[in-house]
Protein backbone atom coordinates (compact mmCIF):
# COMPACT_ATOMS: atom_id res chain seq x y z
CA UNK A 1 0.00 0.00 0.00
CA UNK A 2 1.62 3.35 -0.96
CA UNK A 3 -0.44 5.19 1.42
CA UNK A 4 0.16 8.77 0.95
CA UNK A 5 2.33 10.04 -2.11
CA UNK A 6 4.09 13.38 -3.19
CA UNK A 7 5.39 15.05 -5.77
CA UNK A 8 7.92 16.41 -6.77
CA UNK A 9 10.36 15.12 -4.37
CA UNK A 10 12.31 18.58 -4.15
CA UNK A 11 12.44 21.55 -6.75
CA UNK A 12 14.04 24.92 -7.16
CA UNK A 13 11.76 27.85 -8.30
CA UNK A 14 12.56 30.41 -9.88
CA UNK A 15 10.23 33.90 -7.74
CA UNK A 16 7.53 34.90 -9.64
CA UNK A 17 6.78 31.75 -11.32
CA UNK A 18 3.65 29.25 -10.38
CA UNK A 19 4.09 25.22 -9.11
CA UNK A 20 1.64 23.10 -8.06
CA UNK A 21 2.87 20.22 -5.44
CA UNK A 22 0.78 17.26 -5.71
CA UNK A 23 -0.53 15.05 -2.72
CA UNK A 24 -2.31 11.42 -3.31
CA UNK A 25 -3.56 9.15 -1.12
CA UNK A 26 -5.07 5.51 -1.21
CA UNK A 27 -6.43 4.78 2.35
CA UNK A 28 -9.67 6.52 0.90
CA UNK A 29 -9.05 8.63 3.86
CA UNK A 30 -12.21 11.96 4.16
CA UNK A 31 -9.60 14.43 5.53
CA UNK A 32 -6.69 15.93 3.87
CA UNK A 33 -4.02 18.82 4.75
CA UNK A 34 -0.97 20.66 3.73
CA UNK A 35 1.72 21.87 6.19
CA UNK A 36 4.65 23.64 5.95
CA UNK A 37 7.68 23.02 8.18
CA UNK A 38 10.51 25.32 9.30
CA UNK A 39 13.75 25.28 10.69
CA UNK A 40 13.12 25.91 14.93
CA UNK A 41 8.87 26.13 13.86
CA UNK A 42 6.21 23.84 14.65
CA UNK A 43 4.36 22.54 11.40
CA UNK A 44 2.22 25.35 10.31
CA UNK A 45 -1.06 23.96 8.80
CA UNK A 46 -1.58 26.23 5.34
CA UNK A 47 -5.22 24.97 4.18
CA UNK A 48 -6.98 21.41 4.90
CA UNK A 49 -10.17 19.56 3.28
CA UNK A 50 -12.55 17.74 5.92
CA UNK A 51 -14.11 15.90 2.50
CA UNK A 52 -14.44 15.94 -1.22
CA UNK A 53 -15.35 19.34 -1.72
CA UNK A 54 -14.95 21.44 0.58
CA UNK A 55 -11.43 23.05 1.97
CA UNK A 56 -10.36 25.41 4.89
CA UNK A 57 -7.92 28.18 5.69
CA UNK A 58 -4.82 27.18 8.22
CA UNK A 59 -2.90 29.00 9.77
CA UNK A 60 -0.64 30.64 7.03
CA UNK A 61 -2.51 30.49 3.80
CA UNK A 62 -1.68 33.70 2.27
CA UNK A 63 0.38 32.92 -1.44
CA UNK A 64 -1.48 29.45 -1.49
CA UNK A 65 -4.55 27.75 -2.83
CA UNK A 66 -6.17 24.30 -3.02
CA UNK A 67 -9.02 22.22 -4.72
CA UNK A 68 -9.98 18.51 -3.57
CA UNK A 69 -12.16 17.39 -6.73
CA UNK A 70 -12.18 14.05 -5.74
CA UNK A 71 -11.22 11.97 -2.05
CA UNK A 72 -7.48 10.82 -3.18
CA UNK A 73 -5.99 14.28 -4.44
CA UNK A 74 -5.44 17.16 -3.08
CA UNK A 75 -3.22 19.45 -4.86
CA UNK A 76 -1.55 22.67 -3.43
CA UNK A 77 -0.59 25.54 -5.66
CA UNK A 78 1.68 28.53 -5.50
CA UNK A 79 0.48 30.90 -7.69
CA UNK A 80 3.60 33.21 -7.62
CA UNK A 81 6.21 31.98 -5.54
CA UNK A 82 8.58 33.98 -3.18
CA UNK A 83 11.16 33.61 -1.25
CA UNK A 84 10.15 33.40 1.68
CA UNK A 85 7.92 30.20 0.57
CA UNK A 86 11.19 28.28 1.04
CA UNK A 87 10.50 25.18 3.06
CA UNK A 88 9.49 21.73 3.53
CA UNK A 89 5.86 20.69 2.47
CA UNK A 90 4.17 17.81 3.76
CA UNK A 91 0.47 16.23 3.08
CA UNK A 92 -0.92 14.45 5.36
CA UNK A 93 -4.29 12.43 5.54
CA UNK A 94 -6.24 11.38 8.19
CA UNK A 95 -9.74 8.65 8.38
CA UNK A 96 -11.91 12.49 9.89
CA UNK A 97 -10.68 15.47 11.05
CA UNK A 98 -10.66 13.75 14.85
CA UNK A 99 -8.50 10.96 13.49
CA UNK A 100 -4.62 10.15 13.27
CA UNK A 101 -3.22 12.16 10.75
CA UNK A 102 -0.72 9.87 8.31
CA UNK A 103 1.80 12.28 6.64
CA UNK A 104 3.50 12.28 2.79
CA UNK A 105 7.37 11.72 2.10
CA UNK A 106 7.65 15.76 1.86
CA UNK A 107 8.61 18.08 -0.99
CA UNK A 108 11.62 20.24 -0.47
CA UNK A 109 11.07 23.55 -2.47
CA UNK A 110 13.53 26.36 -2.64
CA UNK A 111 12.60 29.63 -3.98
CA UNK A 112 15.28 31.69 -5.18
CA UNK B 1 -2.39 32.62 21.68
CA UNK B 2 -1.92 28.97 21.21
CA UNK B 3 1.12 27.64 22.71
CA UNK B 4 3.15 24.46 23.04
CA UNK B 5 6.55 23.84 24.54
CA UNK B 6 9.26 21.63 24.65
CA UNK B 7 12.78 21.14 25.05
CA UNK B 8 14.71 22.15 22.05
CA UNK B 9 17.45 19.26 22.12
CA UNK B 10 18.14 16.18 25.12
CA UNK B 11 20.89 13.67 24.84
CA UNK B 12 20.77 10.30 26.29
CA UNK B 13 23.11 7.47 26.31
CA UNK B 14 22.26 4.21 24.74
CA UNK B 15 20.58 1.76 26.63
CA UNK B 16 19.39 4.19 29.39
CA UNK B 17 15.58 6.33 29.89
CA UNK B 18 14.84 9.78 28.82
CA UNK B 19 11.36 11.79 28.76
CA UNK B 20 10.45 14.22 26.55
CA UNK B 21 8.59 16.81 28.16
CA UNK B 22 5.40 19.29 26.58
CA UNK B 23 3.12 22.09 27.98
CA UNK B 24 0.76 22.95 26.07
CA UNK B 25 -2.11 26.32 25.89
CA UNK B 26 -4.87 26.09 23.51
CA UNK B 27 -8.36 26.81 22.81
CA UNK B 28 -10.13 23.51 23.67
CA UNK B 29 -8.42 19.73 23.77
CA UNK B 30 -9.21 17.15 21.93
CA UNK B 31 -5.85 14.93 22.66
CA UNK B 32 -2.51 15.15 22.58
CA UNK B 33 0.02 13.51 19.56
CA UNK B 34 3.69 12.37 19.81
CA UNK B 35 5.50 11.47 16.48
CA UNK B 36 8.90 10.63 15.78
CA UNK B 37 10.36 12.51 12.71
CA UNK B 38 14.10 11.05 11.71
CA UNK B 39 16.32 14.14 9.37
CA UNK B 40 15.01 14.28 5.99
CA UNK B 41 11.76 12.19 6.37
CA UNK B 42 8.17 12.64 7.67
CA UNK B 43 6.81 12.71 10.93
CA UNK B 44 5.14 9.09 12.28
CA UNK B 45 2.50 8.85 14.63
CA UNK B 46 3.98 7.29 17.58
CA UNK B 47 1.18 7.98 20.53
CA UNK B 48 -2.25 9.67 21.27
CA UNK B 49 -3.62 10.64 25.11
CA UNK B 50 -7.19 12.05 25.39
CA UNK B 51 -7.50 11.12 29.12
CA UNK B 52 -5.35 11.31 31.86
CA UNK B 53 -2.85 8.51 32.49
CA UNK B 54 0.42 7.06 30.87
CA UNK B 55 -0.70 4.94 27.60
CA UNK B 56 2.34 2.24 27.01
CA UNK B 57 3.35 1.06 23.73
CA UNK B 58 6.22 -1.21 23.99
CA UNK B 59 9.38 0.97 24.75
CA UNK B 60 7.43 4.13 24.33
CA UNK B 61 4.82 5.49 27.09
CA UNK B 62 3.01 8.77 26.97
CA UNK B 63 1.63 10.33 29.86
CA UNK B 64 -0.86 13.20 29.97
CA UNK B 65 -2.35 15.83 32.67
CA UNK B 66 -4.85 17.75 31.70
CA UNK B 67 -5.47 20.08 34.42
CA UNK B 68 -1.74 20.82 34.26
CA UNK B 69 -1.28 21.24 30.45
CA UNK B 70 1.36 18.65 30.61
CA UNK B 71 2.45 15.61 28.55
CA UNK B 72 5.37 13.56 28.26
CA UNK B 73 7.01 10.51 26.33
CA UNK B 74 9.32 8.25 27.62
CA UNK B 75 11.67 6.23 25.56
CA UNK B 76 12.87 2.87 27.64
CA UNK B 77 16.33 0.94 26.27
CA UNK B 78 17.00 3.59 24.06
CA UNK B 79 18.58 2.47 20.73
CA UNK B 80 20.75 4.20 18.20
CA UNK B 81 17.71 4.38 15.75
CA UNK B 82 15.58 6.41 17.99
CA UNK B 83 17.85 9.53 17.63
CA UNK B 84 14.85 11.82 15.99
CA UNK B 85 12.63 14.65 16.81
CA UNK B 86 9.70 14.16 18.45
CA UNK B 87 6.88 16.27 17.78
CA UNK B 88 4.19 17.42 20.27
CA UNK B 89 0.93 18.15 18.62
CA UNK B 90 -2.46 19.11 20.36
CA UNK B 91 -5.95 19.39 18.40
CA UNK B 92 -8.07 22.03 19.19
CA UNK B 93 -11.48 22.48 19.57
CA UNK B 94 -11.44 23.47 15.96
CA UNK B 95 -9.95 20.01 15.45
CA UNK B 96 -6.47 21.25 14.27
CA UNK B 97 -3.40 20.52 15.44
CA UNK B 98 -1.04 22.77 16.68
CA UNK B 99 2.57 21.62 16.96
CA UNK B 100 5.67 21.87 18.93
CA UNK B 101 8.87 22.91 17.48
CA UNK B 102 9.97 19.58 18.41
CA UNK B 103 12.82 17.76 20.30
CA UNK B 104 15.64 16.53 19.19
CA UNK B 105 17.31 13.70 20.51
CA UNK B 106 20.52 12.79 20.55
CA UNK B 107 21.86 8.89 21.40
CA UNK B 108 25.58 8.82 22.21
CA UNK B 109 27.06 5.00 22.68
Known amino acids: TAGITQAPTSQILAAGRSMTLRCTQD?????MYWYRQDLGLGLRLIHYSNTAGTTGKGEVPDGYSVSRANTDDFPLTLASAVPSQTSVYFCASSDSEEETQYFGPGTRLLVL | GQNIDQPTEMTATEGAIVQINCTYQ??????LFWYQQHAGEAPTFLSYNVLDGLEEKGRFSSFLSRSKGYSYLLLKELQMKDSASYLC??????????WGAGTKLIIKP
Open chain 2, 26 to 31: TSGFNG
Open chain 2, 89 to 98: AVMDSNYQLI
Open chain 1, 27 to 31: MRHNA
